[in-house]
């Protein structure tokens, strides 16, 4: 988790390997993939593909959600929500090496992931957004509470992009992690390279 | 497989618990938690919950679809759809001693599972079934095929009820799987009871 500043969330596109691999070549070194649609036989096939591309780049790859997925292609870990197992349970399946993060909406959900053991954790949505459709923003408060609190590697995540970053840095954020900053950017390795900029100022 | 001739498949159910505890006092030895819905917390919380139950009543007990949930809870196995996580992926996750099935469809289907190292497939849909929406019946012609060819244990499975059994019987089959016939039953115990005495004829 230290080496990473900029963390990029996977949708659904068409073109998945050639955007996370554009991002890669801007220097990204984290990457998730989060896909809560397609059949596991494929979604097996990508989550493989994506991370021998992501060792390839010498980036850290974890999986949404699914342990078995993680375990079967070699991940590095799994990105859980607050509905999904508990922390103690993928620790049991990965190991003491698997990291595992925890999204957090709230202090209480942030103490608790914490003492559950998450290596790291989300905190957002910051900005509403539509991976998280009908989801209340927690806004730049909690940015604040986190600056101010969070004892692991946390992430700010929702509807962070170039424009409003400065706002997220500005509240405390080190780290951001990001969907749409980078899957629908025209030239993804740019989008990288202008988020790593803004995040090293 | 080779004590279970009756394989309960669920559906979600208020009563899950109870239905299933039901359907075990009748001489039900073969459960599959299937849960397309819940949320995996949850899912995770149910898993735990039936599989102390059936393997109380010396039943065992598989998941549908989820390695890590099968792992998680101690299961004796997992149920793989068509679209799943390929035989060969489970099974290096679930070790030598997990029993690992296929639904099949068409004879196709049946020589890959069985090549691939199913310990046991379903055959089906015999009857259209709400279960599978959209899916044509297999029907009975498959069952027959499966009498002849099939060189794993393999269950008849798809709206399969006390009414239509002997027919299914009568084509070949020896085990068969059902949802509603136990879970929408008015009495669980009696309605495998009852499932199984028509077996045994």
Redesign the interface.
């Known amino acids: 988790m230290q080496r990473g500043r900029l963390y990029l969330v996977t949708s659904p596109s068409e073109r998945l390997l050639e955007t996370v691999e554009a991002a890669l070549q801007g220097g990204l070194t984290l990457v998730q993939y989060r896909d809560k649609d397609t ?4 979604r ?1 096939e990508r989550a493989a593909q994506l991370c021998q591309l992501c060792h390839h780049y010498n980036a850290l790859f974890l999986v949404n ?4 997925l993680a ?2 292609v070699g991940a590095d870990g799994v990105h859980l929500g ?5 922390i103690a ?1 993928a620790r ?2 990965l190991g003491p090496q698997g990291l595992i993060g925890r999204s957090t909406t709230n202090p209480e959900e942030m103490s608790r992931a914490i003492a559950e053991g998450a290596d790291y954790i989300g905190v957002g949505p910051v900005y509403a957004t539509p991976t998280k459709a009908g989801k209340l923003a927690a806004g730049l408060e909690y940015v604040r509470y986190a600056a101010q609190q969070a004892t692991v590697p946390w992430f700010a995540i929702g509807g962070i992009d170039t424009e409003n970053l400065p706002q997220v840095l500005e509240a405390g954020a080190k780290r951001v992690a990001v969907v749409r900053a980078i899957m629908q950017a025209e030239h993804p390795t740019q989008a990288v390279q202008h988020l790593l900029r803004l995040l090293d100022q």
């Not at 959600?65 to 078995?68: F, G, K, L, S, T």
């Not at 607050?82 to 508990?86: I, S």
């Open positions: 059949e596991d036989g494929q097996w959600d699914r342990v078995d375990l079967a607050q509905q999904d197992l508990p349970v049991r399946l």
